[in-house]
Structures are given as C-alpha cells and as structure tokens.
C-alpha cells in the first residue's frame, strides 16, 4: 500500500503595527489617520497572503510600545512594523 501524502498548510501569525510619536499628531493634521490608512492596507495584503493579522494599530508611546510587546509574545506573533508602513502600502 502507498502512503498517503497530506499538504499541512500552516498560517503564520503576525503582529503588525504602525510606529509614529504622539506629540506629532497635533503638529502634523491627518497624519496619525495616514499612518492607520497605510497600516489597513498592509494588514489586507498580509491577510491576502494567507497570514494571520494582529493589528495592534498604531504605536506612539512608550508604555504602547511594551504592552505591543507583550502582547505579541502572549500571541506568539512573528513582529512586522516601523515606520516603513508608507513603503509598505504603496508597493
């Protein structure tokens, strides 16, 4: 008898997030709602990849920065994010 081959198809799970700094978004008008337009988009084309998405949104603060941490090591995420989210969408 031949053995049965199976595919095991495995989705990687990823933390994604956006990184800006809060004092901006009151200097700069639309940019904090930019930065989440570029996060979206990035999180549609991970998602059409087959991944899984945490969206942690945007970060802009340090005690943001250690709760995002912690949270993808509960997740077991593989990290994805910066601020090269604007390169990231448009490509």
């Keep these: 008898m031949e053995p049965i081959l199976t595919e095991t198809i495995q989705r990687h799970r990823v933390g994604l997030f956006s990184t800006g700094l809060h004092t ?16 979206g988009q990035i999180a549609a084309k991970l998602e059409h990849s ?3 998405v945490v969206n942690l949104g945007t970060i802009d603060a340090a005690d943001k920065a250690v709760a995002a941490g ?7 995420c593989l990290g994805c994010g910066g601020s090269f989210t604007e390169y990231y969408a448009n490509h």
């Excluded at 901006?24 to 940019?31: D, I, K, N, R, T």
């Excluded at 912690?70 to 077991?76: F, G, R, S, V």
């Design 50 to 52: 087959g991944a899984e």
């Design 24 to 39: 901006y978004w009151s200097q700069f008008e639309g940019l904090r709602e930019r930065f989440e337009g570029y996060n």
């Design 70 to 76: 912690h949270a993808m090591k509960i997740l077991d």
